[in-house]
């Protein structure tokens, strides 16, 4: 993921206290709609969401990260991508997101061609057709502070209702990759979305690929049985 480092130490329980740093109950899930109301445009949600990957990265580098330009276009453009935590107007506390990718932009990041960095709009399918879908998943981050389970639930679960409601419109995801920089990243990658180890990036961590459904036993998705029922009816009868 962008890195795996980022959404998943992030996802780690570490020094963040939810009962003393902030509840769970004082956090809210949002996306494009709330991000508008708030009015910011394309360059703040990029700008805003790229500062908490390099607060939650060591060492992340610009090459890797990629540049406002191109992921302001991206996020704006593929809102369906991509969901916040935040706890008041313009304070984001935590995000997920992933891309989309026409197969030979996927087959080229699995194999290392290319870094995350290098991903432009034009590698994106246009995901509100119906269709299975090569996704790579870029970031499950949440600031120090709110690294606790509950948190991180939430986070969870505001990315599988998203799939949710793309799965009951006829989108779904086929394959899904990400790059885990720390073992914490690979425990994410393997034991919830059931990834496995490809090959050493070229820059740095493991390039993790699979297919994203059938769902990991006990993993986020195998939670939605609404979920894993229209998966099921599709990925067992349309072959």
Request: charged share 30%.
């Amino acid at each position: 993921m962008k890195k795996v480092q980022k959404g998943i130490n992030g996802l780690s329980r570490g020094k963040g206290d939810p009962s003393r740093d902030g509840s769970i109950s004082d956090l809210k899930v949002g996306g494009l709609s709330e991000v508008k109301e708030w009015g910011w445009n394309a360059e703040n949600l990029a700008d805003n969401l790229i500062a908490i990957d390099y607060e939650t990265i060591e060492g992340l580098r610009s090459e890797d990260e990629g540049t406002i330009e191109t992921w302001k276009d991206i996020r704006f453009s593929y809102s369906q991508t991509w969901g916040i935590i935040y706890s008041k107007p313009k304070e984001i506390e935590g995000y997920w997101s992933y891309v989309p990718l026409f197969p030979e932009y996927f087959d080229r990041l699995m194999s290392g061609i290319i870094l995350e960095g290098d991903i432009t709009k034009e590698m994106i399918p246009p995901i509100h057709e119906k269709g299975r879908f090569d996704i790579y998943l870029t970031t499950l981050a949440l600031k120090e502070k709110h690294r606790g389970n509950g948190v991180v639930r939430l986070l969870y679960d505001s990315f599988i209702r998203a799939v949710e409601e793309l799965a009951k419109s006829g989108v779904y995801f086929d394959r899904i990759g990400a790059n885990a920089y720390t073992l914490a990243g690979l425990a994410v990658c393997t034991r919830v979305f059931g990834m496995k180890y490809l090959r050493d990036s070229p820059s740095s961590g493991k390039i993790m690929g699979g297919k994203f459904y059938p769902f990991v036993p006990n993993g986020i998705a195998s939670k939605s049985k609404d979920l894993e029922s229209i998966y099921d009816k599709e990925f067992r009868n349309r072959r």
